[in-house]
C-alpha cells in the first residue's frame, strides 16, 4: 500500500459504530483519530456547568454563544486506559461526556452557527497534515469537502439502540431501552432538519450499512477501498 497521507471523513447516525470504525481505521494506518462529536458534547458539559441551561434543561443559546471564547477543547491519548480522551480547559472530561444527560441536550448545542464555527475550524486545523481519520456529522460535507475517502454510515435505529443500551449498561448506567431508542430517533431527526450544517451524505461518499455485518467485515470493506483510492 501506497503511504501516501490522506484525510478519511466518516459521517452517519448517532450509535452506528462510527467512533469504534474510525479508532481501528487510525490505528491500522498509524492515523490520528478525532471524534468530532465529542467537542460538542465537551461544549454541551461546558453550558450545563455554567449556567446556560436553566432549572428544566432548556438551552439559553446566547449565554452558551458568549461563553465560546472560554471553551478550549484539546484531546489526549490515555496510554494506560488506551484510549483517545477528550480535555475540557484542562480536565479530562471523557466519561462525564459519554452520559444521557449529555446525550439528551448535545443536539440543541450543535444546532447553533457560533458553536459550530468554532468547532469546525478547530476540526480543520487538526486535519492539516493530513494522515487523519475524523469522524461526526459534517466532516465530508463541511469541514474536509476534499477529503479523499469519505463514508456515510447507517444502521438500523432498533439496532443502535440496542448497541447504545448495551453500552451504557456496561458502564453501569441504569436506562430503559425505550428512552435510548427515543433519544437516538430524536437526534436523528434534529441532526438532519437543522438549519446549519445538517447531517447529509456528501455526493461522493461511500454508503456503509453496517446493522448486520461484523467490525471484521467494515475493515476489509475499508481496506478494499482505500487500496482503489491510494493507487490514484
Ligand atoms: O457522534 P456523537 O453522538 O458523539 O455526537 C454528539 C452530537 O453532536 C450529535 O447530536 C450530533 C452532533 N454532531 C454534529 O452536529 N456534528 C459533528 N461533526 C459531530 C457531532
Redesign the pocket.
Known amino acids: 500500500m501506497s503511504n501516501r497521507q490522506v484525510v478519511i471523513a466518516i459521517d452517519g447516525y448517532?450509535?452506528c459504530g462510527?467512533?469504534t470504525f474510525a479508532k481501528a481505521i487510525a490505528k491500522k494506518l498509524g492515523y490520528a483519530y478525532i471524534?468530532?462529536?465529542?467537542m460538542?458534547?465537551a461544549t454541551t458539559l461546558y453550558g450545563l456547568q455554567n449556567g446556560a441551561f436553566d432549572a428544566e434543561g432548556t438551552l439559553n443559546s446566547t449565554k452558551l454563544i458568549q461563553a465560546l471564547p472560554q471553551i478550549t477543547i484539546t484531546f489526549k491519548f490515555n496510554n494506560e486506559k488506551s484510549r483517545n480522551e477528550t480535555y475540557l480547559n484542562g480536565t479530562c472530561v471523557e466519561d462525564e461526556i459519554r452520559t444521557i444527560a449529555i446525550?439528551d441536550k448535545?443536539?440543541r448545542v450543535?444546532e447553533i452557527a457560533e458553536v459550530?464555527e468554532q468547532?469546525v475550524l478547530l476540526q480543520q486545523q487538526m486535519g492539516q497534515e493530513k494522515g487523519i481519520v475524523m469522524?461526526?456529522?459534517?466532516?465530508g460535507t463541511v469541514?474536509f469537502p476534499d477529503a479523499e475517502f469519505k463514508i456515510f454510515m447507517t444502521a438500523d435505529p432498533a439496532i443502535r439502540a440496542q448497541r447504545r443500551y448495551d453500552e451504557l449498561k456496561a458502564k453501569g448506567e441504569t436506562v430503559d431501552i425505550k428512552e435510548v431508542e427515543e433519544n437516538i430517533r430524536k437526534?436523528d431527526y434534529?441532526?438532519e432538519n437543522r438549519e446549519v450544517?445538517p447531517?447529509r451524505k456528501a455526493d461522493d461518499a461511500l454508503v456503509l450499512d453496517n446493522s448486520h455485518i461484523t467490525v471484521e467485515q467494515q475493515m476489509k470493506w475499508v481496506e478494499e477501498h482505500l487500496n482503489r483510492i491510494l493507487e490514484k
Open positions: 448517532s450509535s462510527k467512533s471524534d468530532s462529536g465529542a460538542y458534547r446525550a448535545v443536539s450543535a459550530r468547532m469522524d461526526g456529522r459534517d466532516i469541514v437526534r434534529i441532526d450544517s447531517l
